[in-house]
């Protein structure tokens, strides 16, 4: 009797695992995206607006994100493990990293001392859909009342463009992060 050995299934993504069915209702580029797997790079184009206020910029810094307006090149590193993703955002006028995990049906991002919960879900159109759920400071619960408004949309172009729009803001402080702009997905990325 002989024996074969079935190849190893390829562990899912984070995005994957968090998603389910819905995965597979993302544009190409974006589902291309968030199957990426070790080490990559990405090159695009964004346009960055400055925080609303003086808080809001303290909060931006707080957080590694860009405190300027302005727009030009945007360098993604990306560093895929079935573990964790580490998103390293480098804009023109900053670099901002962070750690996204899986939490039982979320994605848990890890940002300086915030931890960010999101919620995924696949819209209309292939769309991806991000929106903060709860989150921590230093630890702290943050009280919904003061919980920011945070939804981070992606969408797809063509076969090889992810476009992607950022905002957040705080209750009494206004807008503290918002940016867009697109990132090339390379059709021979390695992907898991």
């Given at each position: 009797?002989?024996?074969?050995a079935s190849?190893?299934?390829?562990?899912?993504?984070?995005?994957?695992?968090?998603?389910?069915?819905?995965?597979?209702?993302?544009?190409?580029?974006?589902?291309?995206?968030?199957?990426?797997?070790?080490?990559?790079?990405?090159?695009?184009?964004?346009?960055?607006?400055?925080?609303?206020?003086?808080l809001g910029?303290?909060?931006?810094?707080?957080?590694?994100?860009?405190?300027?307006?302005?727009?030009?090149?945007?360098?993604?590193?990306?560093?895929?493990?079935?573990?964790?993703?580490?998103?390293?955002?480098?804009?023109?006028?900053?670099?901002?990293r962070s750690?996204?995990?899986?939490?039982?049906?979320?994605?848990?991002?890890?940002?300086?001392?915030?931890?960010?919960?999101?919620?995924?879900?696949?819209?209309?159109?292939?769309?991806?859909?991000?929106?903060?759920?709860?989150?921590?400071?230093?630890?702290?619960?943050?009280?919904?009342?003061?919980?920011?408004?945070?939804?981070?949309?992606?969408?797809?172009?063509?076969?090889?463009?992810?476009?992607?729009?950022?905002?957040?803001?705080?209750?009494?402080?206004?807008?503290?992060?918002?940016?867009?702009?697109?990132?090339?997905?390379?059709?021979?990325?390695?992907?898991?």
């Open positions: 009797m002989t024996s074969t190849p190893a299934a390829t562990p899912a993504t984070l995005y994957q695992r968090v998603m389910g069915v819905d995965f597979d209702r993302l544009a190409s580029p974006v589902a291309r995206f968030h199957r990426l797997a070790g080490a990559q790079v990405l090159h695009g184009q964004v346009q960055v607006q400055a925080p609303a206020s003086l910029r303290v909060l931006a810094w707080g957080l590694g994100a860009p405190q300027q307006a302005g727009q030009g090149a945007i360098r993604f590193e990306l560093d895929a493990t079935p573990g964790a993703e580490v998103w390293t955002r480098i804009f023109p006028t900053r670099t901002m750690t996204l995990r899986e939490a039982p049906g979320f994605v848990e991002e890890h940002m300086g001392a915030a931890r960010l919960l999101f919620g995924l879900t696949a819209v209309e159109g292939g769309r991806l859909e991000m929106r903060l759920v709860r989150m921590r400071f230093m630890g702290i619960p943050c009280p919904r009342w003061l919980q920011p408004a945070i939804v981070a949309r992606e969408t797809g172009q063509g076969d090889d463009q992810l476009h992607f729009d950022v905002q957040a803001t705080v209750p009494w402080i206004g807008q503290v992060v918002a940016y867009r702009g697109h990132l090339q997905v390379p059709a021979d990325a390695q992907c898991a």
